[in-house]
């Protein structure tokens, strides 16, 4: 990362670096994630398989068993996924911004198929960390598929870093998933949208403003996160959120 993109970083509460993961790694972690979702591969301990909320409620008869997936959490004890969380360019950008010394504490496959509501409101990821400062942490969401406007890509408030940890409440819509939770005073006028090709990768803020729309195309969109912290990070007293389940990576 250099200083032109930590400067955007620090300015606007993300970043895109384009291209930072090749096509072959890519399949690794499509292909391995259509083997959990379908079932074809037993999911190893520690690994959440979801449902989308429309699916397990029986308002939607997903085309496969994939197409009821809303995403995989918990890629810790999976060496093809987790390679993304090891991956050393990646790394070389995390410890850019938050120090050498880090550990994981959140990973995810995301997928939004076609056919569902899919939508994630606008929210701040801290308030899921007891984790602090807020500074020391940083979120990662690689593109495996091409992400657009029409299948539900990323949306960001730019600045929204610069204040504090707002109020969050479940949104009035019909349909929301276990675990989405909507930031409030947020009408999300000035949000931009993140288009991203595979292999894009966007660094953001934990207190920065983001979600997603729906996916009104025929296909699926896909990414795989990770959220990193320095190990300088301290869980505050009183704090009563579950502790993260977290993979210390030694710096180089």
């Known amino acids: 990362m250099d200083a032109s993109e930590r400067g955007r970083y620090e300015r606007d509460g993300f970043v895109v670096l384009r291209g930072l993961f090749a096509r072959h790694a890519l399949r690794t972690f499509e292909d391995r994630f259509v083997e959990l979702a379908s079932g074809t591969r037993s999911a190893p301990s520690g690994m959440v398989v979801m449902r989308d909320v429309m699916v397990a409620r029986g308002i939607v ?44 504490i959140s990973t995810n ?56 940890l707002l109020r969050h409440g479940v949104p009035d819509w019909e349909h929301v998933n276990a675990g989405f939770f909507a930031a409030e005073g947020v009408d999300g006028t ?47 007293a009183g704090r009563s959120a579950r502790a993260p389940v977290v993979r210390h990576i030694p710096s180089a």
């Open 61 to 104: 008869e997903p085309a496969s068993r994939v197409h009821g997936v809303n995403k995989i959490l918990g890629l810790e004890n999976d060496a093809e996924l987790f390679a993304y969380a090891l991956d050393s360019d990646l790394l070389c950008a995390v410890r850019a911004l938050i120090g050498p010394e880090v550990m994981t």
């Open 190 to 236: 000035d949000r931009v949208h993140v288009e991203m090709d595979p292999g894009d990768t966007l660094l953001f803020h934990p207190l920065l403003v983001h979600g997603s729309g729906r996916n009104t195309t025929d296909g699926f969109r896909r990414a795989i996160s990770t959220h990193y912290a320095s190990t300088a990070c301290e869980r505050p």
């Open 109 to 164: 496959v995301f997928n939004k198929p076609p056919g569902i509501d899919g939508r994630h409101p606008l929210h701040q990821d801290l308030r899921d960390f007891g984790l602090r400062p807020p500074e020391n942490i940083v979120g990662t969401w690689t593109a495996i598929s091409a992400c657009t406007r029409e299948n539900g890509c990323l949306a960001v408030v730019p600045g929204s870093h610069r204040g504090g």
